[in-house]
C-alpha cells in the first residue's frame, strides 16, 4: 500500500523558517513535489525533485527561499522554507510520481502526480 505521510508546518512569523517532510512507502518513485494550495484558489505548483538526473525545479515565487530534498534511501522528500512572506500561507501538500517527464511545464501539473501527502497548514503572520 502506498502512503506519503506529511509532517512539519505550523505557525511562523514572517522571516522565519520551516520545513516540511514527506516519508514515502510502498513504492519508489520518480518524481517529488510540493504543490500549496490558499483558501479560495486553486492548487499551485512550488517545487519537484526529479530522481533521474537529479532535476530540480521551483516555482517563480519560492525561488531563493525555498530548498527541496530527498533522501532516497529513506524515501522521503523535504521543503525547507526560509525567507517566509504572509503570502506562503497555504496548505501544502507533498506528491509522488512514477513516471519520468523532461520538462518543468509537466513536472508543475497536479495531475502527472500519482498520489498525494494529507496535507498540513503553513500560517506565517505578519
Known amino acids: 500500500q502506498v502512503q506519503l505521510v506529511q509532517s512539519g508546518g505550523g505557525l511562523v512569523q514572517a522571516g522565519g523558517s520551516l520545513r516540511l517532510s514527506c516519508a514515502a512507502s510502498?513504492?519508489?518513485?520518480?518524481?517529488m513535489g510540493w504543490f500549496r494550495q490558499a483558501p479560495g484558489k486553486e492548487r499551485e505548483f512550488v517545487a519537484a525533485?526529479?530522481?533521474?538526473?537529479?532535476?530540480?525545479y521551483y516555482a517563480d515565487s519560492v525561488k531563493g527561499r525555498f530548498t527541496i530534498s530527498r533522501d532516497n534511501a529513506k524515501n522521503t522528500a523535504y521543503l525547507q522554507m526560509s525567507s517566509l512572506k504572509p503570502e506562503d500561507t497555504a496548505v501544502y501538500y507533498c506528491a509522488a510520481g512514477l513516471r519520468w517527464y523532461d520538462s518543468y511545464e509537466n513536472y508543475r501539473v497536479p495531475s502527472r502526480y500519482d498520489y498525494w501527502g494529507q496535507g498540513t497548514q503553513v500560517t506565517v503572520s505578519s
Open positions: 510502498g513504492r519508489t518513485f520518480n518524481g
Open positions: 525533485n526529479v530522481r533521474s538526473g537529479g532535476t530540480i
